[in-house]
Every structure is written in structure tokens, then in C-alpha cells.
């Protein structure tokens, strides 16, 4: 009789587990994630932006909601070479012919990259002038305050 019980309880506590995922995160929904970028390594940079693209081939384009939030030293994944003796604080401008084709490719999936204000003002960077197609709506006040958004509504947060 004990080994009944046990087993029924066993049962109730997994049928409980399955709809509570269930419920959780319904089939049709999107992945909500936030890629955080703040140092500026190139080949890290670019081991991102790979890991991304692996992430949108196993769950598909259609079935993600993702953005790159880009401060401080992160910034130079789309700072032009050309503008790193006009701005502060950059060792590395890193948006090089290859990095913006991946950068490309990705937001031509759906990938939004959002760049912090706070940097940009400090550093002295034109968006303009000095950044990789990097639209004013890219702007974002603060990048550390954008993650804990993104968090706060859901999004899984990914330091690579």
C-alpha cells in the first residue's frame, strides 16, 4: 500500500511539473535574450556574434526576440577604425569589414543592437561619424539599466 501511495504521489508531482513548464513557456512563444557585450576583444567580440548566430540556427529567427546590449569597452564592436583617434577611451575600434558583415547578418535575422548613451557622450562618440549602422532608435540611456530592463520583462541574460 505504501509503495501505491508513493508511486501516486510520485505521478501527481510530475503531472504537476509537466503543465506548470507547460504553462510556463506555451510552444508558441518567443525566446526573449539579451547578449551583454562590454569588453573589447575582437575575437571575443566575434565569438559573440558566432554563438548568436548558433543560437538562432537551433531555435530559428522566427522564434527569437534578440538583442546585443553594447557599454562601455563593448562599444568598440562598432566603432570604425577610422574614428579611434577621434574619440576617448578606446583601445580597439573593432568594426572591421568582416565584423560588420556578421553584424549584418545578424540583424538581418531579427537581432537588435542597442548601444548605451551614457558611453557615448562620455567617450565623445559621433554616432554618426564614428559608429556601424547605429540608428539613433539604437540609442539606448544606459546600457547596464537596458539589461536589468530586458530582465525585469522577461529576457534570459547571456554573458559570452
Same mark, same amino acid.
Given at each position: 500500500?505504501?509503495?501505491?501511495? &508513493?508511486? $501516486?504521489?510520485?505521478? =501527481?508531482v510530475g503531472l504537476m511539473a509537466f503543465t506548470g513548464a507547460a504553462a510556463a513557456a506555451p510552444a508558441d512563444t518567443k525566446q526573449k535574450v539579451v547578449y551583454h557585450i562590454n569588453g573589447d576583444d575582437a575575437k571575443q567580440q566575434a565569438g559573440a556574434l558566432r554563438n548568436i548566430q548558433n543560437h538562432i540556427n537551433a531555435?530559428?529567427?522566427?522564434?527569437?526576440?534578440?538583442?546585443?546590449?553594447?557599454?562601455? &569597452?563593448? $562599444?568598440?564592436?562598432? =566603432?570604425l577604425p577610422e574614428a579611434l583617434d577621434k574619440v576617448k577611451g578606446f583601445k580597439n575600434a573593432n568594426a572591421t569589414a568582416e565584423m560588420e558583415a556578421r553584424i549584418d547578418g545578424l540583424k538581418n535575422q531579427g537581432v537588435r543592437f542597442e548601444v548605451c548613451a551614457n558611453t557615448l557622450k562620455g567617450r565623445q562618440v559621433d554616432r554618426e561619424r564614428d559608429l556601424y549602422m547605429v540608428d539613433s532608435a539604437d540609442i539606448v540611456p544606459s546600457?547596464?539599466?537596458?539589461?536589468?530592463?530586458?530582465?525585469s520583462q522577461g529576457y534570459a541574460y547571456i554573458k559570452p
Open positions: 500500500m505504501k509503495k501505491l501511495i &508513493n508511486a $501516486v504521489l510520485a505521478g =501527481l531555435v530559428g529567427k522566427d522564434n527569437l526576440d534578440l538583442r546585443v546590449v553594447m557599454h562601455g &569597452n563593448g $562599444v568598440s564592436m562598432v =566603432l546600457g547596464v539599466a537596458e539589461l536589468a530592463i530586458l530582465q
